[in-house]
């Protein structure tokens, strides 16, 4: 349920974008020079362009206000954890589930989408091993558990799995995030003894 909650949010993000890039083929020549210029920039730059894009749908009305991709994939001991993006998100739910789960109407927050994969079956890593600092001082021991994707032994293994977890601001608004630390903690075996080195992941907007 979750899940398809957030993905709810965070597809039609994803479709204005690729409307947008299908739309530039059929202006005048000009117009597509200009834009590939205006790509080029935003991924050298390693953001997108979808920043800034308001949906409204059944869960209430966001806006992405700035969105990363392709931050880069990194290994702790069997450990392997791709970060697909992060985004950072303002918006008012309306879906009374939501809001019950979470005590809020208002939210802001950063999501990130990442790739997560081990060769290891003995091996324990879930979301309470991330955790987040920003550069407004605020940390965030964990990732919400009602509006992220659960992450245990008993679905780790060979398989990729896209795991999107969701961090609530409780003290920041997003438009004064410009930057962010993801630390992931060594995952560990059975034995609790962990199994490679902690991680820390620079974010920057």
Sequence with gaps: ??????????????????SNSDAGSTDSQTVEENTEKKE?????????????????????????????RDLGTYESGPL????????????????????????REDVEYVAIGTKVSTS??????????????????????????????GLNKDVLGENELIRVFTFFLEESDVDDINELT???????????????EDIDVDITF
């Design 120 to 149: 290891n079956e003995d091996i324990s890593f879930t979301r309470e091993h991330l955790s987040l600092a920003t550069n407004t001082g605020e940390e965030i021991s964990s990732p919400n558990a009602f509006m992220s994707d």
């Design 80 to 103: 392997s954890i791709k970060i697909n993006d992060v985004s950072l998100v303002s918006g008012t739910y309306t879906d009374e589930t939501v809001i019950k789960n979470i005590g």
């Design 40 to 68: 080029t920039n935003d991924k050298d730059n390693g953001k997108d362009n979808q920043q800034n894009k308001v949906v409204e749908n059944s869960q209430g009305t966001f806006e992405m206000v700035e969105l990363k």
């Design 182 to 196: 993801l630390h992931i903690q060594a995952p560990q075996n059975s034995d609790e003894e962990p199994l490679g």
């Design 1 to 18: 349920m979750k899940k398809i909650i957030f993905m709810t949010i965070l597809l039609p993000f994803l479709l204005v974008g690729c």
